[in-house]
């Protein structure tokens, strides 16, 4: 399971922080690093600050973008510290949120997505994930530093695995279907996105509109199966529009 959870960090400014998010993954059984247009990198203070998980940076994948970088994902994490005004499916506690990535790691890729050092993710990042996460802290310095943060949920995600493990609980049960990736669930609001506009609904640009409506199937989760159904209901309205 833990093979199959990716550490997404995108556009870290400071070398060296890339070197200690490494560090933390690996106390915690975590292999894979993904960087989005990371500012330097590969850089000699990554490598140092690594320490004992030097070969997860040398290992790291550089991508262009994030949704380049979670295509492949069923389940999408971004961790912010601010509160958003975007309707995506909230985890306020970080022991929730790591139960239900090991459960879905369990049979396809997922990730745990962290911004910038000083701004974190952007609302457009933001709108990559199908889950947001925060974590508790002290309301009058409520500050932790990239590694920290990548510490203490990557911590969760530990605990939860072994919880997993102690209790023998299943991956998931036999007839629950497996959930669409990214990528996916991309051509699907594309798709909506046509035959809304095409149906006459929007009669001019609504962009807050159009990501209220992607919120719903977000928080729907759909399995494959049910995607694909959407999809061919799509398909339907499209020939009689």
Not at 112 to 138: D, K, M, W, Y
Not at 168 to 181: G, K
Request: with cysteine.
């Amino acid at each position: 399971m833990l093979t199959n959870i990716r550490i997404v960090l995108v556009h870290t400014f400071h070398p060296g922080n890339i070197g200690q998010a490494a560090r933390a993954m690996k106390t915690m059984g975590l292999s894979e690093l993904v960087l989005v247009n990371p500012r330097s990198f590969p850089h000699e203070e990554a490598s140092r600050l690594a320490a004992g998980a030097k070969d997860i940076v040398e290992r790291a994948r550089v991508v262009d973008s994030l949704p380049e970088a979670v295509k492949d994902c069923v389940q999408v994490v971004g961790a912010s510290a601010r509160p958003r005004s975007l309707p995506l499916p909230h985890f306020d506690e970080p022991d929730r949120m790591a139960q239900a990535l090991i459960q879905n790691a369990g049979l396809a890729p997922v990730a745990l997505v962290f911004g910038r050092e000083r701004s974190g993710l952007t609302n457009s990042e933001i709108r990559c994930c199908s889950h947001q996460v925060s974590i508790p802290a002290n309301p009058d310095y409520g500050i932790l530093n990239l590694a920290q943060a990548v510490q203490v949920l990557a911590y969760e995600l530990f605990q939860a695995r072994q919880k997993r493990a102690d209790h023998e609980i299943p991956f998931r049960r036999p007839a629950q279907e497996p959930l669409p990736t990214q990528e996916q669930m991309k051509h699907f609001h594309e798709h909506l996105s046509q035959v809304v506009q095409k149906s006459g609904f929007l009669t001019q640009p609504h962009a807050q509109t159009e990501r209220q409506l992607q919120a719903i199937f977000t928080r729907a989760q759909p399995s494959r199966k049910e995607l694909s159904l959407l999809r061919g209901l799509l398909n339907a309205l499209s020939r009689d529009t």
